[in-house]
């Protein structure tokens, strides 16, 4: 074998590396079914940008994230690097907020966002008319925003309030998207944020100021993040970071909000498109929920939903690409990588691998039965290791009795036959998704 990996043909000094910025989509789902089962990964390696490997072996993909002495999770892009949460740190800064975070996303406190989620799908709906359209992406962003302000921060966002954070996070993904410029220019030759990215940056940064300062004014604040969060800068042994409040607030009220209302967005989409699963949704929330809100006991009998939410996220997984940096020179599956190389996993491309899945470009949930399990590896939208999502679950239940909620009430028919996406750190949409609304009488 050897000793680097194979480079896919392209131009002079540049390689693939064009393809891969102008269209990252259509270039690992290629490479994915060109060498995948032939080469465990390839090489995006231009003259003068940084060295990209893209990783088509499933199982080097588990291992890869599951070592976090070899390979760190680098912090790409201007936002990234000027915060230090949980998302972007490492080391012991990494182990000591996972600890301080983690028990506010397990047990009992699952079961009490259960009813946040009924909460926030009913006001929503209060708003929606008879019948009419709407913006789908910026309606189900409105919902889950809610749904991570009460229930991490116990904070009701306004409308107004959702509407900054959506316009912040739309420049973010102009800022963001993948390029042809930022996969060959070398970091030190990259443009610095716009004017537009800091002012965005500084809208965040101010609502999370408001969130923590109104949680700081309470005589007995209810227990939530902030609260875990609050009581560990309070405690001397415990070190954080210098901004690890507003960080930790800017991260759980955008990323955590943002992925989940694109997976409700693509599940409604892809159920639009294929209305006789969507009768059976429906159909299946009628006779769990019988009209009322879904509760935490009712979240085993909600199994075709389950499925619609575990098939959306195989064909368009919100988070479409997890990225590792090499901590040193490494040896990997016979490979030697320096230190520094960016290795790139794609959630998109390995959820419509063909040696993975039967018929993989469909919309079928029912592969979720029984044959969806020899391609378990292929499958991991929400990363994989320690620093998988920490708030999986959450995700998971909230789009599920969303989809449940809402399709029990109301008819959703996107008008679109095909979605445009925006690579960016999220596989973002290009433009509105309208849709009809019809109440259910």
């Not at 940008?49 to 893209?54: A, D, K, L, R, S």
């Amino acid at each position: 074998m050897a000793e680097t990996p194979h480079s896919p043909p392209g131009l002079p000094l540049v390689g693939s590396a064009l393809d891969f910025g102008d269209d990252p989509l259509r270039f690992v789902t290629g490479v994915q079914r060109a060498y995948g089962g032939q080469y465990p990964l390839v090489r995006v390696d231009p003259a003068t940008g940084p060295t990209t490997n893209v990783v088509l072996d499933a199982g080097l993909v588990h291992e890869i994230l599951g070592d976090r002495d070899r390979f760190r999770r680098p912090n790409l892009g201007p936002q990234a690097q000027r915060r230090e949460g949980l998302l972007s740190s490492d080391g012991d800064l990494w182990e000591t907020q996972r600890g301080i975070l983690q028990p506010e996303f397990v047990g009992e406190r699952l079961a009490s966002y259960a009813g946040t989620t009924g909460d926030a799908v009913e006001a929503l709906l209060a708003e929606w008319p008879e019948a009419g359209e709407r913006d789908l992406f910026s309606e189900v962003g409105t919902l889950t925003l809610q749904v991570i302000a009460r229930s991490l921060f116990s904070y009701d966002v306004s409308r107004a309030e959702s509407d900054r954070v959506q316009d912040a996070l739309e420049t973010f993904g102009d800022e963001l998207a993948f390029s042809p410029l930022g996969v060959v220019l070398p970091p030190r030759l990259q443009p610095g944020p716009s004017t537009a990215f800091e002012r965005a940056n500084d809208a965040l940064d101010a609502f999370a100021q408001d969130v923590i300062d109104q949680h700081v004014a309470r005589d007995d604040p209810p227990r939530d993040l902030l609260t875990a969060l609050l009581a560990a800068e309070r405690d001397p042994s415990v070190e954080l970071s210098e901004n690890e409040l507003v960080d930790e607030t800017v991260l759980f009220l955008t990323a955590g909000h943002e992925t989940t209302a694109l997976t409700i967005t693509y599940a409604f989409y892809w159920l639009s498109q294929h209305p006789e699963v969507r009768a059976r949704v429906r159909d299946e929330a009628d006779a769990v929920l019988d009209g009322d809100r879904p509760d935490w006991g009712d979240l085993p009998e909600l199994r075709t939903t389950e499925r619609v939410v575990r098939e959306t996220l195989r064909l368009t997984p919100a988070a479409w690409n997890v990225i590792r940096q090499t901590r040193r020179p490494v040896r990997l599956d016979g490979y030697r990588l320096e230190a520094g190389e960016l290795l790139f996993a794609s959630p998109y491309a390995h959820g419509r691998d063909p040696a993975a899945w039967d018929d993989p470009a469909q919309f079928r949930p029912a592969r979720w039965r029984e044959e969806a399990s020899r391609a378990a590896d292929a499958y991991f939208p929400f990363g994989s290791g320690p620093r998988s999502c920490i708030g999986r679950q959450l995700a998971l239940i909230e789009a599920q009795f969303t989809l449940a909620h809402v399709l029990q009430h109301y008819d959703v028919e996107v008008l679109v036959d095909d979605l445009e996406f925006r690579p960016a750190v999220t596989l973002q949409l290009e433009g509105d998704v309208p849709a009809r609304l019809v109440a259910r009488t």
